[in-house]
């Protein structure tokens, strides 16, 4: 079985950074697309970036262009999110899902989901 694991959240001050790591396994596959979501309480889920294993290709939703960074290790099948600039608004619990990268959309509908880190910004 697929299984992901974030990393990284915590509590942090308006203003500050922080790096959120996902670190699949299982997959029988290594073309595959992560995707970083995020869900605050009474809002929707929704995309912050996705990368590509195959080309490093990236996405990022409107609000993520210019704070945040999603990046891949190659060599160590590892995802990041590097978050900076941090508002409360971007307090969420933050998870990471898989798909393959040859779906027409893999970070539309992703298979496989972590369990999520929570990411708290205070005022």
């Known amino acids: 079985d697929v299984h992901l694991m974030e990393s990284g959240g915590g509590l942090v001050q308006t203003g500050e950074s922080l790096r959120l790591t996902c670190v699949p396994s299982?997959?029988?596959?290594?073309?595959?697309?992560i995707g970083w979501f995020r869900k605050a309480p009474g809002r929707k889920r929704e995309l912050v970036a996705c990368?590509?294993?195959?080309?490093?290709?990236?996405h990022y939703t409107e609000f993520a262009k210019g704070r945040f960074t999603v990046s891949v290790d190659n060599a160590k099948d590892t995802v990041y999110l590097q978050m900076t600039s941090l508002e409360p608004e971007d307090t969420a619990i933050y998870s990471c899902?898989?798909?393959?990268?040859?779906?027409?959309?893999?970070?539309?509908?992703?298979?496989?989901w972590g369990q999520g880190t929570q990411v708290t910004v205070s005022s």
């Open positions: 299982g997959m029988s596959f290594s073309d595959w697309a």
């Open positions: 899902a898989m798909d393959s990268a040859y779906n027409d959309s893999p970070c539309g509908s992703p298979t496989w």
């Open positions: 990368i590509s294993r195959i080309d490093g290709s990236t």
